[in-house]
């Protein structure tokens, strides 16, 4: 069984925060690298996020473009990629727009999440036992014939892919502004990653748009 290729998405500010402390979502990215993230989008079998980011952006998680959608379909590709998110708790409401807008939704989520959710038709709903086990949902994944995920958050997804070993790409974009709030959320959470704070990613290569730098780091592969 092959698991498929798994990329990382995430833009920060230079402090390292993915967002402010206020309720409306701050805009890191700019028009070029919202139109990058929609060609990765495009180009991927499935994207993936996190509960709580559902439930906190309410996200559509859509390709936008509708020539990059028509292409899908001329490859044999459903028109949208399929729509990943992952709960424990199985707290996630039929009114979010996660549901109702693009293709087919999965749900990931422990025995007893799958018990609390209330989704009836509006996605399939997978139990990975007692615990989410990120390998087993890449596992599957991959029988279902996925062969590309775009990962694109929050933070706990994040971290949980990169200590487990399981990222195979990370695509950083890095906005030139300071966001400085102790407390606001970060890229990743503190954890016990594989090689520890002195292994080193490999990085591919660095593209300016506009004021945005995106880095392309290969996680897999330790530079010396």
Same mark, same amino acid.
């Given at each position: 069984m092959?698991?498929?290729? /798994?990329?990382? =998405?995430?833009?920060? =500010?230079?402090?390292?925060?993915?967002?402010?402390?206020?309720?409306?979502?701050?805009?890191?990215s700019?028009?070029?690298d919202?139109?990058?993230?929609?060609?990765?989008?495009?180009?991927?079998?499935?994207?993936?996020?996190?509960?709580?980011?559902?439930?906190?952006?309410?996200?559509?998680?859509? /390709?936008?473009c509708?020539?990059?959608?028509?292409d899908?379909?001329?490859?044999?590709?459903?028109?949208?990629?399929?729509?990943?998110?992952?709960?424990?708790s199985?707290?996630?409401?039929?009114?979010?727009?996660?549901?109702?807008?693009?293709?087919?939704?999965?749900?990931?989520?422990?025995?007893?999440?799958? +018990?609390?959710?209330?989704?009836?038709?509006?996605?399939?709903? /997978?139990?990975?036992?007692?615990?989410?086990?990120?390998?087993?949902?890449?596992d599957?994944?991959?029988?279902?014939?996925?062969?590309?995920?775009?990962?694109?958050?929050?933070?706990? $997804?994040h971290?949980?892919?990169?200590?487990?070993?399981?990222?195979?790409?990370?695509?950083?974009?890095?906005?030139?502004?300071? $966001?400085?709030?102790?407390?606001?959320? +970060?890229?990743?959470?503190p954890?016990?990653?594989?090689?520890?704070p002195? +292994?080193?990613?490999?990085?591919?290569?660095?593209?300016?748009?506009?004021? /945005?730098?995106?880095? +392309?780091?290969?996680p897999?592969?330790?530079?010396?």
């Amino acid at each position: 069984m092959t698991r498929p290729y /798994v990329l990382l =998405s995430v833009a920060v =500010s230079v402090d390292g925060h993915i967002d402010d402390l206020s309720a409306v979502r701050f805009p890191l990215s700019n028009a070029e690298d919202f139109d990058r993230v929609d060609q990765i989008r495009a180009e991927s079998g499935a994207i993936l996020i996190g509960a709580e980011t559902v439930r906190t952006d309410n996200p559509r998680l859509l /390709v936008n473009c509708a020539e990059r959608r028509s292409d899908r379909v001329a490859s044999g590709r459903p028109e949208y990629p399929l729509k990943v998110t992952v709960t424990r708790s199985g707290d996630l409401g039929r009114d979010l727009k996660f549901w109702h807008c693009g293709g087919r939704k999965l749900v990931y989520t422990t025995d007893s999440g799958e +018990r609390a959710l209330k989704l009836d038709d509006l996605a399939d709903v /997978v139990s990975l036992g007692g615990s989410i086990d990120f390998g087993a949902l890449l596992d599957d994944l991959g029988a279902r014939g996925v062969d590309r995920l775009m990962v694109e958050g929050g933070a706990s $997804i994040h971290t949980a892919f990169l200590a487990a070993g399981l990222a195979d790409e990370v695509r950083m974009a890095v906005a030139p502004m300071l $966001i400085g709030q102790a407390a606001a959320p +970060r890229f990743l959470q503190p954890a016990e990653f594989p090689g520890g704070p002195a +292994r080193r990613f490999h990085l591919e290569d660095v593209v300016k748009l506009g004021d /945005v730098a995106v880095l +392309r780091y290969f996680p897999k592969i330790t530079s010396g």
